[in-house]
């Protein structure tokens, strides 16, 4: 599949980007969706992670392994203020 170089940020080949859509939305979809949001985020919305690592930890070698791996079940959240 050959993308037209004139599409533009918009569309990609997965489909649309999440940032137009907003723009596009209105107020009141925006704030359907984040209270939904708000409302789940302890169930729909959860994340679980295998880990929590620094910045400094994710240049480790190792660690650098581990998070790209492309397993299942395995995400890492690398938190700048740890």
Excluded: C
């Excluded at 979809?29 to 209270?35: D, Q």
């Excluded at 929590?52 to 070698?61: F, G, H, K, V, W």
């Excluded at 395995?74 to 938190?79: A, D, G, Q, V």
């Amino acid at each position: 599949t050959t993308v037209p170089p004139g599409v533009g940020f918009a569309w990609n080949l997965s489909g649309y980007l999440l940032t137009p859509f907003l723009q596009k939305a209105g107020a009141e979809v925006r704030a359907k969706m984040r209270k939904r949001v708000m409302d789940e985020l302890t169930t729909t919305f959860a994340s679980h992670y295998t880990a929590e690592i620094s910045l400094a930890e994710a240049l480790d070698l190792d660690t650098l392994h581990a998070y790209n791996a492309k397993a299942t079940g395995t995400k890492y959240l690398i938190n700048p203020s740890k």
